[in-house]
T-cell receptor, first 117, second 110 residues
């Protein structure tokens, strides 16, 4: 399968614990995006990388959220000191950045469902 | 965060019926995208539109990029049970960061 993969698919954690999610993009894609999706809503953009550079992080929900893409391939999203309101689906998507709009279509992974108890 | 106005919120139809849903925005977009999401999965791209007025088909799906660049619609013809899911529109500007609608939940009765 050469699509976007995410790990784990489900995570249950206790309030106050730290969690880390991993995303592996489509191999030739240089852009990687993180989204949060809550019930009844569309995906909400959090941050994105072009190669290893994080080009937009102002929409991360708080300073408890951070993301890395150290080698320009896979990425991790960490949430520190989780709160019950962090319970949501966390989605990753990737695209091939290009001056041509058709090349910037984003393809999503299956998501990581986080439950904070 | 900002989400686009997508309607209807939900639809309950009989198999074989046609479906229409739309999305509007106060902002102008360069690209409109339509995704389908099944429960517990990520959204899957159905159709992408790049030019105002563009009409694009993908099998039984047809989508149009509004002339004002502030709206788009998606039609599904002759619906089948596997069309069940949540359909999202998304608009993209020059940054290629999409803004999503809240989704249209489609239920098809056999």
């Amino acid at each position: 399968d050469t699509g976007v993969s995410q790990d784990p698919r489900h995570k249950i954690t206790k309030r106050g614990q730290n969690v880390t999610f991993r995303c592996d993009p489509i191999s030739e894609h240089n852009r990687l995006y993180w989204y949060r999706q809550t019930l009844g809503q569309g995906p909400e953009f959090l941050t994105y990388f072009q190669n290893e550079a994080q080009l937009e992080k102002s929409r991360l929900l708080s300073d408890r959220f951070s993301a890395e893409r150290p080698k320009g391939s896979f990425s991790t999203l960490e949430i520190q000191r989780t709160e019950q309101g962090d319970s949501a689906m966390y989605l990753c998507a990737s695209s091939l950045a290009s001056g041509r709009p058709r090349m910037n279509e984003q393809y999503f992974g299956p998501g990581t469902r986080l439950t904070v108890t | 965060g900002q989400q686009l106005n997508q309607s209807p919120q939900s639809m309950f139809i009989q198999e074989g019926e046609d479906v229409s849903m739309n999305c509007t925005s106060s902002s102008i977009f360069n690209t409109w995208l339509w995704y389908k999401q099944d429960p517990g999965e990520g959204p899957v791209l159905l159709i992408a539109l790049y030019k105002a007025g563009e009409l694009t088909s993908n099998g039984r799906l047809t989508a149009q990029f509004g002339i004002t660049r502030k709206d788009s619609f998606l039609n599904i013809s002759a619906s089948i049970p596997s069309d069940v899911g949540i359909y999202f529109c998304a608009g993209q500007g020059g940054s290629y960061i999409p803004t999503f609608g809240r989704g249209t939940s489609l239920i098809v009765h056999p």
